[in-house]
């Protein structure tokens, strides 16, 4: 109870001045968890508060009665922001939410430099940061590129523009340009002269294309009033970074929000040797010589999609595999690119790791020794190789940035950032997009998609999320895998395999029969739930031009596509996307799929 008469009146004196001298006062418990979530709240913020512990008061139980009494409130927190009475936990946040809380701030206002400063100059970053100062705002990009232990580094764009998706696709080409050289005499095509490949002139004008692509990033920037700063950011405080360039020179940057696209970098393996002697696809794509004879570590895509051009230029390639191809894609799909590849001169060594790597011989490339073990025994092997490319996975670049220091929390396993549906993190005012969010799509189009829409909501008043449901992909192994939706395995995890039904089918390209090559290679298929008039919940095909292919199924799938819907729609013949409007062989069945024709 409070005390009564003078003493009452005193206790109310210093309450009242607990209120009216600070900002913002918190009347809290230590052990509360929602007192803490409040407390949590003004610090990502970066909003100073008072807070008085009651349960470490000996007036404790008084004040929080008299509190009651003055504010009709009997829980912990208590809070009161600019002499208002806010409330608890939750209108705290409601508050926040809605604006309220800011308005109440607003005669303290804090000025910052900037309305939103973005850190990762990828196609993500570069997204969100264009869009959002389209709409009026003062907008700051960092980004800095570690150089990778070889020394390789690149300019604006992120990973996809420079040693991904870009440069990827354009050595993919290189190796189908190949192919159809051999394809072309069948067509007619008579030539004499020698025909080899040059990986110097594939390089430099691959990288010629890109530094266009880097500079048309930095004039984008630049029209459209963008700060760019070539320099690493690392949080401080809540709305605080620091900024540092090439040569170590140190600047202090505030604002309002923030938006983290950081992305990837190739993990390496932790054996002797790995850091100094091995290349990953950071370093492939600008090596100033031929790669020669290639060992490639993991079935990931990208070992995979490098594994398959290298070879496709005529390269001795082989594929070290610790256990699956493909890692969360549809097995059958990644076990039957993985055949064709083996099919067409890549080699494969199954069930062994690599455990140390020695330099032979200097030279470039040189020639290194690989030793390996086996996953399933003892049993060790040996080989000599040019140039070893670790393709293993991908790290998230999250834990050198100060996040511990702003209190925003990642997955400890992985370095991922958990955000809500809305990319929020636990921190409200800094957001993050791209391939570091915790179990979302590492994919470019994900990323640009997501920033784009974030922009709106934060300052056009917009209410568009992004979806990560039914993404289209492909995978540009040298028979190219594109999908969308559920793999077949996850498809029975979640609805069970007696309320599928799948169809499948192989076919021939038109394209193919001439030159006699690779009939009954070419994949394709849908998996369909049976207790949803046959919705496709699954698309899947493997042959030339996937990614094409693929795009239009899957804004089809946005659509609810249904196999009565296919049967009904008329193919382009010939085509290889048709097949999809004449399947009607399902795997229940046991039916046979293969092709006497095209």
Known sequence: MPPTGAGREQLQGRIREFI??????????????????????????????????LDQSDEGASIQEMLFEMTGQRTVPNVFVNKTHVGGSDKTLQAHQNGSLQKLLDGNKITYDYDLIVVGGGSGGLACSKETASLGKKVLVLDYVVPTPLGAAWGLGGTCVNVGCIPKKLMHQAA??????????????????????????????????????????????RDKNIRYENAYGEFVEPHKIKATNKKGKEAFYTAERFVVATGERPRYLGIPGDKEYCITSDDLFSMSWCPGKTLVVGASYVALECAGFLAGIGLDVTVMVRSIFLRGFDQEMAERAGT??????????????????????????????????????????????????????????????GFEKIGVKINERNGKVPVNDEEQTNVPHIYAIGDILDGKLELTPVAIQAGRLLA??????????????????????????????????????????????VYHTLYWPLEWTVPSRDNNTCFAKIICNKLDNERVLGFHILGPNAGEITQGFGAAMKCGLTKAVLNETIGIHPTCAEVFTTMDVTKSSGGDITQKGC
């Open 456 to 501: 709106r909501r934060l300052y056009a008043g917009a209410t568009g999320k992004c979806d990560y449901v039914n993404v289209p992909t492909t995978v540009f192994t040298p028979m190219e895998y594109g999908c969308c939706g559920l793999s077949e395995e996850r498809a029975i995890e979640l609805h069970g395999l007696e309320n599928l039904e």
């Open 340 to 401: 064709y590849m083996e099919s067409h001169g890549v080699k494969f060594i199954k069930k062994f790791v690599p455990v140390s790597v020695e330099r032979l011989e200097e030279g470039t490339p040189g020639k290194l020794k690989v030793v390996a073990k086996s996953t399933e025994g003892d049993q060790i092997i040996e080989g000599e190789y040019n140039t070893v490319l670790i393709a293993v996975g991908r790290d998230a670049c999250t834990r050198n940035i």
């Open 20 to 53: 009216h001298s600070n900002l913002v006062m918190v009347f809290s418990k230590s052990t509360c968890p929602y007192c803490i979530r409040v407390k949590e709240l003004f610090v990502s913020l970066g909003i100073d508060y008072t807070a008085l512990e």
């Open 176 to 221: 189908l340009l190949g192919q159809s050289l051999k394809d072309s005499r069948k067509f007619g095509w008579e030539y004499d002269e020698q025909v080899k490949h040059n990986w110097d002139t594939m390089r430099d004008e691959i990288q010629n294309y890109i530094g266009s692509l880097n500079w048309g990033y930095r004039v984008s920037l």
